[in-house]
């Protein structure tokens, strides 16, 4: 069995979907693993993006994200994504996250204990993470 190596875990290349292609004649083609691996490097490479409405709250609000937190965060959107998940209301410890879960960014960030508004428009899913 093969593995790959990043950021301090092991994934077995077994893991890793082949997925099918529309060649030129419309017939379905695979990809060649090096094509599927190179997409999934490029994702893990990527990590969570913050944006800068994000990075605001976050300051203002004096919440901190550790190395771990942003992992975690990751692993929430990985989740979600598997299910459909687009636009996603992420709670996580003391802290609500709005997050593009396409897009893999934390769009805003709010502390639901002090906050004024306790609605939640234009998502399509919720996750709550341990």
């Known amino acids: 069995m093969s593995f790959r190596i990043h950021t301090d875990y092991l994934q077995s290349f077994n893991q890793v979907e082949s997925k ?6 419309g017939k379905k083609i695979k ?16 990590g969570i993006k913050i ?21 975690t965060l990751e692993e929430a959107m990985d989740q979600a994504e598997k299910k459909g998940a687009k636009e996603s ?29 306790h609605i939640f428009t234009n998502i399509d899913s919720a996750i709550i993470i341990k």
Not at 20 to 25: F, I, L, T
Not at 31 to 46: A, H, T, W
Not at 102 to 110: D, E, F, S, V
């Open 51 to 71: 944006s800068s409405h994000a990075s605001k709250r976050l300051a203002q609000r004096n919440i901190t994200l550790s190395k771990r937190d942003l992992q």
């Open 31 to 46: 990809s060649s693993f090096q094509d599927v691996f190179d997409e999934k490097l490029q994702k893990y490479q990527e």
């Open 89 to 117: 209301l992420m709670l996580y410890k003391d802290t609500a996250f709005i997050a593009s879960i396409k897009n893999r960014t934390l769009i805003t960030a709010m502390d639901p204990k002090n906050s004024k508004e």
């Open 20 to 25: 099918a292609v529309d060649n030129e004649k």
